[in-house]
């Protein structure tokens, strides 16, 4: 059996190595239009960090796994195409800011009925709105050289930074389809190494559905936490106390109950936003209201983390040296897409912090890159002064010590492991006086700073 995998990004790479691991004799090609990706994947620095993932693309590479920009080659030789390519919020035109951009899905559906001979399964990987696999079957079938395809839907769960383990050992497989033989063609794959009991089937929309649920269900769960942060802040509660409390209930679960700076990655607010926009298409307001509510308040409790610098800092951060420690979404993953740390950071600077800031995994050029689209107008316009602000403001550096030198203050935004070992006497002697700490991911041990000589501010502590 030949797989190929179309979008070579922080899904279809991890996703189709460890089906080359635990598949030995499936020929798996993952192909991507961007070629300096693609080298990356061929090369001893992967383009994405993930624990695990070197070890798994080692031992698969060269033998099962082959990752190339031959597009075309790899969709004739394949009997299963995955689509795993990007679906972002639209910027333009209908729907813009909340719709799904489905250009790169279409194109892909484009290419395939363009090149396909004989039979193949397509396999949609990428989170996308319910019913595109109508559309996709569509253009499909206007393949013209007598092609015939089943359409899956098969969604991917797998979070940054656990992605291996997610792979290795998912709570379950979703296959949505109308062909029993071809979802149980997939479901082969898969049952290599995960349990039959855990590979669900489902019809193809539910399938579509129940992605952008789940994603929708657990960042309701972080909005809530984060609502309540707030009001821990006013009421002397405290917000990780108040966790553990309501977590216990085994109905209610302990897991996504951290409280935190906002959520961040590339799916959470998309999803959102695409779910919001289905509601809104189908004429239900009162649904679209209730989950865009889940984005408002992350923005809210973004904005309200940058607010209470500014507040606590005597009202000015403006000529101060903020160190920033983490700019990824969540620690283990170079990805910054999203990430709460951007908007932090994009907002300081409009009250003319100086801000020194250090990541374990994130290049300097992506933090720029970032920070200037955020401070970017809604045409992608970035004004002399926005990036003024960031030439003569942003320095990156490479460990959080140097961060700290002469800084007025650490904000934390990234739960990396290595931030809760810091020296933190050292780090005190070398920053301005008062020195204060804010902790937007509540790691640090507050008494203990607070021993050494910081004020110190976390998420949902009243202090
Ligand atoms: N990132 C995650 O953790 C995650 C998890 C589950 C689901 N998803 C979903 O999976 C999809 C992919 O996400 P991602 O994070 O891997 O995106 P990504 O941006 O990292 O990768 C997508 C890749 O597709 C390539 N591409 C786009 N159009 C192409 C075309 N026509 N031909 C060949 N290559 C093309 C791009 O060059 C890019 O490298 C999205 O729908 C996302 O919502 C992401
Ligand atoms: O209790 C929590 C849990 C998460 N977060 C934040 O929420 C964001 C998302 O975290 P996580 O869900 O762990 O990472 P993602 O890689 O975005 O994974 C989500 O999005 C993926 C893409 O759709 C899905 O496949 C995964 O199942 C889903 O967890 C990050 O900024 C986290 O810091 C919190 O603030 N508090």
Redesign the pocket.
Known sequence: MKICC????????PTMAMIAKQCPEIAVHV????PQ?IAAWNSDTLP?YEPGLDEVVREARGRNLTFSTN?DEAIAEADIIFI?????TKHFGIGAGRA?NLE?IE??AR?IAKVSEGHKIVVE????PVRTAEAIKRILSSADNGATFDVLSN??????GT?IDDLLDPDRVLIGGESPKAVQTLAEVYAQWVPREKILSTNLWSSELS?LTANAFLAQRVSSINAISALCEATEADVDEVSKAIGTDSRIGPKFLKASVGFG???FQ??ILNLVYLCEHFGLREVADYWEQVVIMNDYQKRRFAERICRTMFNTVSDKKIAILGFAFKKDTN?T?ESAAIYVCRDLLRERARLVIYDPKVEKETIVSELLSALSDLSGTISDLDRELVESNVTVVDNAYDAAIHSHAIALLTEWDEFRTLDFERIYQTMQKPAFIYDGRNILDRQALRKIGFEIFAIGKSN
């Open positions: 179309i979008g070579a990004g922080y899904v279809g790479g192909v991507d239009l961007n990706r994405i597009v795993a390519v990007n679906t972002p799904a790169f194109k892909c290419q990987k990428s989170t996308l969604p991917e769960f797998l979070a940054e992605a992605k990655g590339s799916c998309k999803d990805d897409r």
